[in-house]
């Protein structure tokens, strides 16, 4: 049974931190390029950052540059993010996803809709930043 399960959202005051977590189970990131997603009510779904299984080239949204981290530990199947000197701007649901092959992380976090044909999506996580 193939799944990706995020989490490690949480409330937290600005200037905070918290990691995401994004687990598989079914398949391994080595061929996989994996991306993290928000959504904000009203807006469009984007890509906060995206990383290349295969190669460890990742990509990051100029808005969360210098505060977020991606990486990837392979051993674990699980992607991380960690997410430093929140700002209220940076709340929202956040969504993982999966897609096989070497995709350019730059082209699975900017490219629009990308998200809806990743070859698996999980269920988000919130996280809120109070001001």
């Known amino acids: 049974d193939v799944q990706l399960q995020a989490s490690g959202g949480g409330l937290v005051q600005a200037g905070g931190s918290l990691r995401l977590s994004c687990a598989a189970s079914?398949?391994?990131?080595?061929?996989?390029?994996i991306g993290w997603f928000r959504q904000v009510p009203g807006k469009e779904r984007e890509g906060v950052s995206c990383?290349?299984?295969?190669?460890?080239?990742?990509y990051y949204v100029d808005s969360v540059k210098g505060r977020f981290t991606i990486s990837s530990d392979n051993a674990k199947n699980t992607v991380y993010l960690q997410m430093n000197s929140l700002k209220p701007e940076d709340t929202g649901v956040y969504y993982c996803?999966?897609?096989?092959?070497?995709?350019?992380?730059?082209?699975?976090?900017?490219?629009?809709?990308?998200?809806?044909?990743?070859?698996?999506r999980g269920k988000g996580t919130l996280v809120t930043v109070s001001s």
């Open positions: 996803a999966a897609i096989g092959g070497f995709v350019l992380p730059i082209a699975v976090c900017t490219t629009q809709g990308f998200y809806y044909g990743m070859d698996y």
């Open positions: 990383i290349s299984g295969s190669d460890g080239s990742t």
């Open positions: 079914g398949f391994t990131f080595d061929d996989y390029a």
